[in-house]
T-cell receptor, first 114, second 116 residues
Framework: EPEVTQTPSHQVTQMGQEVILRCVPI?????FYWYRQILGQKVEFLVSFYNNEISEKSEIFDDQFSVERPDGSNFTLKIRSTKLEDSAMYFC????????????FGPGTRLLVL | AQKVTQAQTEISVVEKEDVTLDCVYETRDTTYYLFWYKQPPSGELVFLIRRNSFDEQNEISGRYSWNFQKSTSSFNFTITASQVVDSAVYFC?????????????FGTGTRLKVLA
């Protein structure tokens, strides 16, 4: 069964460094999402992406965040200058056209900012 | 505004007991979807069920059952004869057609501990 994959599974970085989290959505899906879960808290929507542009973003998704689909298979989340409070689990999700209500989640990337 | 409330922060039960996890939602839309996810200690989100707003039938899947009541805006989840492997955090989530992207709004989760 097709699945969403994410790399790396864990990343440790120093405050102020840039990180790129990578996702490979399910191949025929056209809608992509990032969510964040700070340790012990709920999962929060960050951004949705369709047709090479952001379709919706939350208040959390400020100027230090960006998303990109650099090729036909990858979907990335870049954090330009990480802060301690960016430490979280980041989930990528994708959905297919006509079935947006069903998102398939990747296993997550656990980011730790020191 | 859309909101999902899981009032139970943590529940502990002894193995073989039945347990119900509560979920109450708020939505401005008539078309919406409700979900339950399990998050084990490893951290991934495991999909359990999806229910759309037009289908109020309750559902049973093995030891799991779900009670959807639009009149009270609730979508509760019951585990029958709980097992230690059921120990996890369980999240309820809402997705609305109003939001063109169908973004998910999650509740704060309920941590279930099943003791042997």
């Amino acid at each position: 069964e097709p699945e969403v994959t994410q790399t790396p599974s864990h990343q440790v970085t120093q405050m102020g460094q840039e990180v790129i989290l990578r996702c490979v959505p399910i191949s025929n899906h056209l809608y992509f999402y990032w969510y964040r879960q700070i340790l012990g808290q709920k999962v929060e929507f960050l951004v949705s992406f369709y047709n090479n542009e952001i379709s919706e973003k939350s208040e959390i998704f400020d100027d230090q965040f960006s998303v990109e689909r650099p090729d036909g298979s990858n979907f990335t989340l870049k954090i330009r200058s990480t802060k301690l409070e960016d430490s979280a689990m980041y989930f990528c999700a994708s959905s297919e056209a006509g079935r947006l209500e069903t998102q398939y989640f990747g296993p997550g990337t656990r980011l730790l900012v020191l | 505004a859309q909101k999902v409330t899981q009032a139970q922060t943590e529940i502990s039960v002894v193995e073989k007991e039945d347990v119900t996890l509560d979920c109450v939602y708020e939505t401005r839309d008539t078309t919406y979807y409700l979900f339950w996810y399990k998050q084990p200690p490893s951290g991934e989100l495991v999909f359990l069920i999806r229910r759309n707003s037009f289908d109020e039938q309750n559902e049973i899947s093995g030891r799991y059952s779900w009670n959807f009541q639009k009149s009270t805006s609730s979508f509760n989840f019951t585990i029958t004869a709980s097992q230690v492997v059921d120990s996890a955090v369980y999240f309820c989530a809402l997705s609305e057609a109003y939001s063109g992207t169908y973004k998910y709004i999650f509740g704060t989760g309920t941590r279930l501990k099943v003791l042997a």
